[in-house]
Nanobody, 115 residues
Framework: QRQLVESGGGLVQPGGSLRLSCAAS????????MGWYRQAPGKERELVAR???????SYGDLVKGRFTISRDNAKNTVYLQMNSLKPEDTGVYYC?????????WGKGTQVTVSS
């Protein structure tokens, strides 16, 4: 059974950086799309970044130029480097794995950007 475990969230000041990690368990990790989504209080979950092996990563408009997604297939891990953080980046960040029409989600990690 596939499981996703996020880590790396926390409290950071505006302009700061954080690096999120998502460790995946299960088979054939490298061929499936993975991504990060976030949900702020009172808002819908939105795409942050998505990566598919062999293709360029895609990003939500609000994070382009500030966030970078990457993956280490040998470690079954996907990362999200977040720079120049803003208060509006605050929310719960969820890791996503898409396999055969099924979305798998982690439990999420809280990111709070505040002075």
């Amino acid at each position: 059974q596939r499981q996703l475990v996020e880590s790396g969230g926390g409290l950071v000041q505006p302009g700061g950086s954080l690096r999120l990690s998502c460790a995946a368990s299960g088979s054939v990790f490298s061929v499936y799309p993975m991504g990060w989504y976030r949900q702020a209080p009172g808002k819908e979950r939105e795409l942050v970044a998505r990566i598919v092996s062999g293709s360029s990563p895609s990003y939500g408009d609000l994070v382009k130029g500030r966030f970078t997604i990457s993956r280490d297939n040998a470690k079954n891990t996907v990362y999200l480097q977040m720079n120049s953080l803003k208060p509006e980046d605050t929310g719960v960040y969820y890791c996503n794995l898409y396999v055969g029409g099924i979305n798998y989600w982690g439990k999420g990690t809280q990111v709070t950007v505040s002075s």
